[in-house]
């Protein structure tokens, strides 16, 4: 009768297991780089930046991606294919061919544009050249929900708005406290010599007795005269051109 029982639960455990709902992954890692404890990691990212702003980010490593497209179209057809052009970013990795290409769609390339697509390059790539997958590939996702977040909730980093590290505020405010000091010091030392009272003294009159000094005659000489005289130059017009502004790229590519 236990083992009726205990075959029963089973099977009523296997068909609950069956009807729940399953998230499909957004880390689809065909090369296997990626370690279970950084999947486990970023998929949290991601399901929070999905749920927070409607957002997708996506991370895939294939061997060989096929030498019939271009690492861009490969990317390009494969994030429509996940996700029907919903707003997002997907970053793709070729092993064998050593490519590697960031998309953004809709949404992402307001949020990830050019100025974020640069930071992604310099901060994410170099982890992949040094063979560091893992880092690399946390630091993609991690910058992506970064940069989301900004845009939505203030304005995106751009090159006038940039992202700075914590490395780079503490070093702004130790280029602060120096700077003070500088300042205070040349402050103390401007006042020590205003407190040396003791000058030289150029004149002779200052040692005469007004008693045995008469001055009778007195008048002011010109004895030269000089003027020079400058063309005042015309105003031809002209001046510096504005620069025009740019979009985003939608995606950036290369090799690492």
């Known amino acids: 009768m236990k083992k009726v029982i205990s075959a029963l639960t089973c099977c009523l455990f296997v068909c609950c297991c069956s009807i729940l709902p399953t ?31 409607d957002f997708d980010i996506c991370v895939v490593t294939v061997d060989d991606y096929g030498s019939e ?21 997907i970053l793709v990795l070729s092993l064998d061919t050593r490519d590697w290409y960031i998309s953004t769609e809709g949404y992402g390339d307001f949020a990830i544009n050019d100025y974020c697509l640069d930071q992604m390059e310099e901060k994410v790539i170099s982890d992949f050249s040094s063979g560091d997958y893992d880092e690399g590939f946390y630091d993609f996702v991690y910058y992506s929900s970064l940069f989301v977040k900004e845009a939505k909730t203030d304005t995106p980093y751009t090159y006038s708005h940039e992202y700075k590290e914590f490395t780079d505020i503490f070093e702004y405010l130790i280029y602060i406290v120096v700077g003070s000091v500088v300042v205070s010091i040349l402050y103390v030392v401007s006042l020590s010599k205003q407190m040396n009272t003791i000058r030289a003294n150029d004149s002779a009159g200052n040692y005469l007795s007004r008693e045995t000094f008469n001055l009778t005659d007195s008048n002011d000489r010109f004895l030269y005269s000089h003027v020079s005289k400058t063309v005042k130059p015309k105003n031809n017009g002209g001046g510096g051109g504005r620069g025009g502004g740019g979009g985003s790229s939608g995606g950036r590519g290369g090799k690492f």
């Open 23 to 53: 998230y499909a992954s957004d880390i689809y890692d065909e090369s296997n780089l990626i370690s279970s404890e950084c999947e486990t990691a970023m998929q949290e990212i991601i399901d929070e930046v999905r749920e927070t702003y």
């Open 69 to 89: 497209v271009t690492m861009r179209s490969y990317t390009d057809d494969l994030y429509t294919q996940l996700y029907n052009d919903s707003d997002g970013v």
